[in-house]
């Protein structure tokens, strides 16, 4: 079912953007505002999964980098849509649909503002259900698509466009010439063809998006608890409540990582590892859920999500988690995007702290 | 006038090319190797810049990176070209001459395997008149030629095609791929007509390179020596003879950087400063040359060219030096490869031992 997203609906769904973004994506308040100058009194088509043609071209566009220098970086139109122009004739025919490589504030909202640009319609799904900091770990690369041809593009006028041998050596490459580029850019590529899309990516996204976002405004309204409101639509739980003590953060190879610690009311604590996402939570030695499963900070009263660069010291948050798309949970997926690939040594555990099946295999 | 280059020319081309590398350019024997495999008994036209047409289209091709690391990589001729096809239609019209970069080892024989898998002439010209280390150092950056549309490829099967704002950009990005490719790749840029090859480049450098080159092997047989031969034809001045007796190297951002110490018999020392190529060389506190004239290192008794990766401790060696192109020692050209742009605090002294006049403006 397709359906048309205005300007009037940017702000739930950069919320919920945020919210499915796991900490990353980028600040969803400046995904908001190029989107809203984009669309200005127009309106993009979303498109759904169900109706996409089997030989559309879909494209993703997104941002790249560390989400932490995108926050002074803000950037324009132009840029936006560079690497789509970048790609050139390469892709053999035109573009016909935009596609999110993932949800998380900047890039649930950067797809709508290129869409806009360039008068395309926009599919209702992402590449990954949440956000994850490397290009490679998107469901599409499970199926064999390739991100090649691969563009970026910078704010200053550089671009640059890879053709490799696979999705992990266009991350290498792009991620070291973008760091060299001021640590962020502007991408498009991993272009499929409609069935492909309809195969490889996570259905729903951005009506998924909008809907978290406005049961949280709704509940914020209603004087409910607008977290217990996102945890029911995620199908999650709530791990822990507390008050940020502690933020250790470095923007490091184009990466923003870290760890946070949480102290409760009682004197139990959680720990939180990222890399641009919330990867790992652990309370007292005992871990509560890892990637690929989704770990979300809310801020404990508005529900506002809060990206891992944006945590701060005095902040009371609420810790929830939720199921990733079960495709996640395979054992190629696993040695993908699992707590090992990170550096944790331990397997993968479900949003609900059971040990995912799959991961025994892959656990280092 | 044009001429034809086979393979029984390529070891005088190397050697001679090695000569006026100035300690860079890579190995000239792996240069050898490959240009005699792409040659067979065939043949390469070799075209003089007062006869290619006006409305030619003239493309670098090149090794980039660090030569240390080319002498573990010997690339194929499918990776010496995969740069230019990796252009594809962006030249806007098929290439007609391949040009070297610069002189050096592998880089001019590079363009000659180029030539001969594509079937092209290549042209009696380069880009420098010796070698230089970074990407933007040729002369037809002073007359606003482009790098871009620049691509690069690695013997994986991963290319790049990047469009920057000026050549600098393309070396920075470049140069930070590369390293994370494995330190070298091979690159095609720099496209320009024919009547902006004949402004902008050298004339005559194959040429000078198999002159040299055998020059050194007729003193040889001739018994007479090979370094004075070298040094006439250069035009230039015999600095110093003795031993190697330390080289301080490391591989280094994609580049061979370092120094070396040569004792004389007397007791007077020489010290090298380089990176890829000679950049310095310095007696008892006195500068003799310093980049951008030549400054070369020859094996004392054979005339035999050592590269700045194959110096070694014991080698009897002689420092020569000879003048570059004039072009090299405008204040534009200093500032952009003179003393003061790789570290050294001084200014450029030409390879007689004068102060080049334009670079008190640049020295720092």
Sequence with gaps: MSWTITASDIEGLARGAAVLG???GGDPYIGSLLARQALGDGEVTVVG?????????????AMMGAPTVMVEKLPSLDEVIAPVHALGVQLGRPVTHIACAEVGGVNSTIPVVAA????LPVLDADGMGRAFPELQMVLPTLYGITASPFAYADEKG?????????????ERIARVALVEMGCSVMMAGFSMSGAQARESLVSGSLSRCVRIG??????????????SAAVELLGGRELFGGKVVDVQRATTTGFARGSARIEGDGG??????????????????????TTPDLIMVLDAESGEPITTEALRYGQRVRVIAGP??????????????????????????????????ASAAVAR
């Design 22 to 24: 796991t900490g990353g």
């Design 158 to 170: 550089n671009t640059g466009v890879l053709n490799t041998i696979d999705n992990s050596w266009t």
């Design 268 to 289: 139990a604590a959680l720990t939180l590892g990222f890399q641009n996402e919330h990867l790992v939570a652990e309370s007292d030695g005992e871990v509560l859920a």
């Design 324 to 357: 990733a798309d079960e495709r996640w949970h395979s054992e190629e997926a696993l040695a993908m995007v699992g707590p090992g690939y990170f550096g944790y040594d331990m397997p993968a555990y479900r949003y609900d702290g059971t040990v995912s099946e």
């Design 116 to 119: 806009a640009a360039l008068g």
């Design 49 to 61: 999964l169900d109706e996409v043609p089997d030989d559309a071209l879909v494209l993703f566009v």
């Design 214 to 227: 406005q049961s949280i405004t709704e509940a914020r309204d209603a004087k409910t608890d607008p977290v």
